[in-house]
Structure formats: structure tokens, C-alpha cells
């Protein structure tokens, strides 16, 4: 067994798919809200690093309410293809400690720059023939509709054990946004969050390419490390609009498909690739690599519900390795050890921020550091919000 992949087991990643997310954290950001406005939310651990299992409140907060309820107008996409984190991100701000006045404030900076949901229904969205409209901005609606509906007869999970595996070849798509507002929705109990996530997915879908037949390396940090020495692969300066388009480039290239198709997925794979993401991110801060933190975050939150478990790691393990690729394949690096500022520095700093990717990047580290017991994730947040300059 390979250093790293010891390191895996000894940080908990061998984990019961069906039985860490549901209970342990669908609630668990709610914590915050039920302490006094700003209170510092408790890094309680349990079995695996995950989380104590709170009870979520029967209710929101009212001016969270108020301020989901206004974003559920609006479209979760603008300008062309950015991503609107509004909800994400007012969900990720209560889950550290923000008070109501923390929560209108980012909001009131964050309105001018979304738009408002078509008027028109669009084209209808049959639920026998539903993937026929898959990659149609202008099927926003229809999906919106699809799944509320769905939702609403068959209950949030069957909805997802339904309609997930055949969106994971598109599980990369607006630079992994749609996957993470579907965890999202997950993670705080939210059905219409879950709706407007997998919407967002069906409309925005871009698949990478069909998988070869499954191969027999079992690590995928050393799969990044053998990408990272790759002449063909690495260092690449890519085409391609935003973070998808880029993608799409590296999914493309000659090599990288065997790459793709070496992994062969376990229970560890996981742990492993969240492991990976969080030390190149706190190594060199790109901001495509923090997508891939998140997403990865987001993908342990909706794995429950994905079946068969292996191809569903082997379509994120794609996405990943094409985020990867297309902004060099750096190295992955374990950073030296040096002082890091405690979590409540950074917890009390970003609940004051007005930039979407520092509030959800510091809530997504507190999460997967607590359910990880990855220091690594501290000094993530940490680098995200200069606290630290480098590695």
C-alpha cells in the first residue's frame, strides 16, 4: 500500500456511502443559527472526523427565507455562463455564524448582477423522454418544473436516486456549479434548492466523453503526480470559455483518456481525491482547483444516493482530472508545516465578506476538515482569505 493511500485509511475514508451524509450533515449548518447571532460554530467531531449529528430547526431563519425565496426568481446562471451563488453562499454564511444583518448585507451586494427567470415556459420537459432537451439553456423552466414535480411526488431522494446517474457524464458542468447547488439543497434539507440544482445541471449539462473500459490503479494522487510529469499533459495553456470550456480542452487532449480510465474506484478514492484537491489548492490558490474543493465536498453529500457508487466516482474523478489538466497539472505537494491561524480568525473574517468563492470556500474547508481531520483544509481557508501568503 502506498504512503498515501495509508494515509487515507488513517484519516477515516473508508466510510458506509448510505450512512455519513444523510443524518450527520443535513443539518449540521443550521448549528450556527441556533446559537446567539455570531457565536462561534463548535467543531464537534465523531466517528470518521464527521460531524455530531444536530437537529435542524423546523424553520429558517425568516430573512433567510426571505432572501432564498427572492433568488428562487432568479436564474442560476448570468452573463453567459457565471454561476449565481447567492443561495450557496447565504447558506454557507449561517452555517459560520453570520447574523441577519451579515446575510442582507451580501445580498444587497450581490442582486444587480443576476437575472430574472424567463416568463416564457419554454419547451415542456416529459419525464419518460427528459434527456432530449439535456445541454438547452432554454429548457431552464421545463427542468425547473420536472423536478419540483418530482420532488413533490416521489420524495427528494427517489428524485435523486432517479435522475443522478445519468447527469454524472455531465457532472463538471459550469465549473462543478451545478453539482455543488444540488449538495447544497441536500446538505440543508432544502427540496427547492434541490430542484433548482438539478435544473441548473440538466440545462447546463457538458459531458467529457464516454469512459473506456476500467483499469487497476488505485490511487489517484498518483495518477495526478504521473499527469504532473507528463510532457503531453502538463503545462498546457488551453482554449476554451471560462472554467467548462477549458475543461472540455483537457478532456480532449491524446493521453488524458487513459488517464481517465486507469483509476479503478474504492472507498477510499474519495477521501483521497479531497485530500489531493485541498493540498494543491493551499499549495498555489488557483481558483479553478478551489471549484474542485468544493465539488468535491458536494459530491460526498449526493454519493449516497448515486448507484452504481464506481462509475459515479470514475465520471468525477474525470471532471476533476480535466479541471486538473487544464490549469497545468500542477503538483501535488503536501505544504511545510508553519503557523496557521485558528479557525475562528478565519470564520470571524469571512462572515463579513462580500466575495461568494471566500464564504464558501471557508465553510466547505470547516466542513471536510472536521469530517477528514485534515489540518490541510484550516490552512486553505486561511490562504483564501490572505491570512497566510503561500503554501
Not at 484519516?11 to 458506509?16: F, Q, R, S, V
Not at 460526498?300 to 482530472?321: D, T
Not at 474547508?365 to 490572505?386: I, K, S, T, V
Amino acid at each position: 500500500m502506498t504512503a498515501s493511500r495509508r494515509a487515507a485509511h488513517s484519516a477515516g475514508h473508508t466510510i458506509d456511502r448510505r450512512g455519513w451524509v444523510v443524518g450527520a450533515l443535513a443539518g449540521a449548518a443550521y448549528a450556527s443559527f441556533a446559537a446567539a447571532a455570531g457565536a462561534e460554530p463548535e467543531l464537534a467531531t465523531g466517528e470518521h472526523g464527521a460531524r455530531a449529528k444536530p437537529t435542524p430547526p423546523a424553520a429558517k431563519p425568516p430573512v433567510l427565507a426571505a432572501l432564498l425565496q427572492r433568488n428562487h426568481e432568479k436564474r442560476p446562471d448570468y452573463g453567459g455562463g457565471l454561476a449565481n451563488h447567492l443561495s450557496m453562499a447565504l447558506y454557507s454564511l449561517g452555517a459560520v455564524g453570520a447574523d441577519a444583518a451579515q446575510l442582507d448585507r451580501f445580498a444587497a451586494s450581490y442582486w444587480a448582477r443576476l437575472e430574472p427567470l424567463s416568463t416564457e415556459p419554454g419547451p415542456a420537459i416529459d419525464a419518460q423522454a427528459w434527456k432530449a432537451r439535456l445541454g438547452q439553456r432554454e429548457a431552464l423552466n421545463g427542468y425547473r418544473a420536472l423536478f419540483t414535480q418530482a420532488i413533490a411526488r416521489h420524495g427528494r431522494d427517489a428524485t435523486l436516486r432517479k435522475y443522478l446517474p445519468d447527469l454524472l457524464p455531465g457532472v463538471g458542468c459550469d465549473a462543478f456549479h451545478p453539482l455543488i447547488r444540488t449538495g447544497y439543497g441536500v446538505r440543508f434539507g432544502d427540496d427547492r434548492e434541490v430542484a433548482d440544482g438539478l435544473a441548473y445541471w440538466a440545462m447546463a449539462f457538458v459531458p467529457l466523453g464516454p469512459l473506456g473500459p476500467v483499469g487497476t490503479e488505485r490511487d489517484p494522487r498518483a495518477l495526478l503526480e504521473s499527469v504532473h510529469v507528463s510532457h503531453a499533459l502538463a503545462g498546457r495553456d488551453l482554449p476554451g470559455h471560462l472554467i467548462t470550456g477549458k475543461m472540455k480542452s483537457a478532456a480532449g487532449l491524446p493521453g488524458l483518456q487513459a488517464k481517465i480510465d486507469a483509476l479503478s474506484p474504492d472507498d477510499t478514492t474519495l477521501g483521497a481525491l479531497a485530500g489531493a484537491t485541498v493540498r494543491i489548492y493551499a499549495d498555489g490558490g488557483d481558483f479553478t482547483v478551489l471549484h474542485a474543493v468544493t465539488g468535491t465536498h458536494a459530491y460526498r453529500l449526493l454519493q449516497p444516493f448515486i448507484s452504481p457508487p464506481e462509475l459515479g466516482l470514475r465520471y468525477f474523478w474525470q471532471a476533476v482530472l480535466a479541471a486538473y489538466v487544464s490549469v497545468g497539472a500542477p503538483r501535488v505537494v503536501d505544504p511545510p508545516a508553519g503557523d496557521v491561524p485558528a479557525w475562528n480568525e478565519s470564520l470571524g473574517r469571512v462572515r463579513a465578506s462580500l466575495d461568494e468563492h471566500d464564504i464558501k470556500l471557508v465553510d466547505v474547508a470547516h466542513e471536510q476538515g472536521a469530517f477528514y481531520n485534515d489540518p490541510l483544509y484550516r490552512r486553505a481557508a486561511a490562504r483564501r482569505l490572505r491570512l497566510i501568503q503561500s503554501g
